[in-house]
């Protein structure tokens, strides 16, 4: 009798063993922007239970700031972040191995208060325009380039510029301190929600400048020996992302699920935010190839290379050779 239970018990963990279940996950660390929209997308793969679904266990990492996240990947306390392609490619130049896959091509537009009496860029000369992070802002930089090209307007010189944080400049264009905001994404639609409408959008800027699509310029980036070594894993995260990014785009009731998370450090959030948060998300979620955005943005490159100089992109004169992450393929 006692042999026959033993048989049994060992038949049993031979069982447990070698199911699928018992295998233990890959733990993949993430480091996000505490309040960014990266965060949205891993909340629906952890609630869907995604990562488990492909063997791995996402350990979210909230940092402070895009550099934390940044110094975060460099120092290895972190395995993925999001950042653009030119951070990646200009590392590279350096000697790094960072490399990127696309997360969304989103991006920022210059916003006009309600009722503005600027209805076109060249209306924007002598007026006060604010401009969501520095001199070298890739966007503001695209813009610029699109202004002269289109416009024979050069911004740099033409307008008032006031460089800054992007809730910052939000404020100061509700409260009338500014003629017009260019801000990233998020922060404009926000303003959308409070009536502002979109003078121009960067999504129109680089299909003047020779891009055949919307690019990806966020996207999420790793170490290629981390991904070469943990391949499984990276390939699985990425393939997580791009269901819950399914289920974004179909589900209200996925988004539902995340008002809270938006709502977080906003205390003015309404159902307008939302829906123009949502509706910008969904507009923004890739639907090209890699390599479609990896042509478009050696196209861009060339702008960012001369209104940027090395400051921006360092010594390179084209985007780096494995900038764009092709599947662990060569």
């Not at 488990?52 to 402070?64: R, Y």
């Not at 966007?139 to 380039?145: D, H, I, K, Q, R």
């Amino acid at each position: 009798m006692r042999s026959c239970l033993l048989a049994l018990l060992v038949v049993a963990l031979a069982s447990i063993a070698g199911s699928p279940a018992s295998h233990a996950s890959t733990k993949v660390k993430v480091g996000v922007l505490k309040f960014g929209t990266v965060s949205w997308v891993l909340e629906t793969i952890r609630a869907n239970g995604l990562d488990k679904a492909e063997g791995i266990e996402l350990d979210v990492t909230p940092l402070a700031s895009t550099q934390a996240t940044t110094v975060g990947l460099q120092g290895g306390s972190v395995d993925i972040i999001a950042t653009d392609w030119l951070w990646v490619s200009r590392e590279r130049s350096g000697g790094a191995d960072f490399t990127f896959s696309p997360f969304t091509t989103a991006l920022g537009s210059i916003m006009v208060p309600p009722n503005s009496p600027i209805k076109t860029l060249a209306d924007l000369k002598g007026k006060r325009l604010g401009v969501a992070g520095g001199p070298l802002d890739k966007s503001w930089l695209l813009m610029v380039a699109y202004a002269l090209r289109t416009a024979n307007l050069d911004l740099r010189s033409e307008t008032k510029q006031e460089f800054g944080a992007p809730p910052l400049l939000s404020e100061r264009a509700k409260q009338g301190e500014l003629d017009a905001v260019l801000n990233f994404w998020p922060y404009a639609a926000r303003l959308e929600a409070d009536g502002f409408t979109q003078l121009i959008g960067i999504e129109d800027v680089v299909s003047e400048l020779g891009a055949k699509g919307e690019v990806a310029m966020v996207g999420f980036v790793f170490s290629d020996g981390w991904a070469k070594a943990h391949l499984d894993a990276v390939q699985g995260f990425l393939r997580a992302a791009a269901k819950a990014d399914e289920l974004l785009a179909t589900s209200d009731e996925q988004w539902e699920k995340l008002k809270p998370l938006m709502a977080e450090n906003d205390p003015n959030f309404n159902d307008a935010t939302f829906n123009a948060l949502k509706r910008r998300y969904r507009e923004g979620i890739p639907e090209r190839s890699v390599a479609e955005n990896e042509a478009d943005a050696k196209v861009l490159y060339q702008f960012l290379r001369e209104l940027g100089g090395e400051k921006l992109v360092g010594p390179a004169t084209e985007l780096a050779p494995g900038t764009f992450w092709h599947g662990g393929k060569p």
